[in-house]
């Protein structure tokens, strides 16, 4: 969710990486106007470089279609699951903070998407 929450408020690239040790998957994202590549891969350990690694998935989508998947996603977690019940089966807290914080953004920057081009808003 930071990762989305970084490019939704300029930021052009930025990585996320979940740790299945001794496997990771890392997740790189490009952002350029309004469009997000990703990329999704598997490492043998964390620390490895992305050469190492499998690329399992990718593709370009809107950034305000990445972000509204995210937020549902999390939205659907917690109510499936709750938040206390999340930290039983994660062993994490529910990243309720990250999560408002996305969404905030979200709701801050959707209209700078749907600004017309012009030479002073490129």
């Known amino acids: 969710m930071t990762a989305v929450t970084r490019l939704i408020v300029g930021e052009t690239e930025c990585r996320a990486q979940f740790e299945a040790e001794p496997t990771a998957f890392r997740w790189s994202f490009y952002r350029e106007g309004t469009d997000v590549w990703i990329r999704l891969l598997q490492l043998a350990r964390g620390s490895d470089h992305d050469n190492t690694g499998t690329e399992i998935w ?62 002073s808003n490129p």
């Open 58 to 119: 990718s593709t370009q989508q809107n950034i305000d279609a990445v972000a509204r998947a995210v937020i549902r996603c999390f939205d659907e977690v917690a109510r499936e699951y709750g938040e206390s019940a999340y930290r039983g089966k994660w062993g994490e807290h529910f990243p309720r903070t990250e999560l408002e914080a996305l969404r905030t953004a979200w709701r801050e920057h959707r209209g700078d998407w749907a600004a017309p081009w012009t030479p």
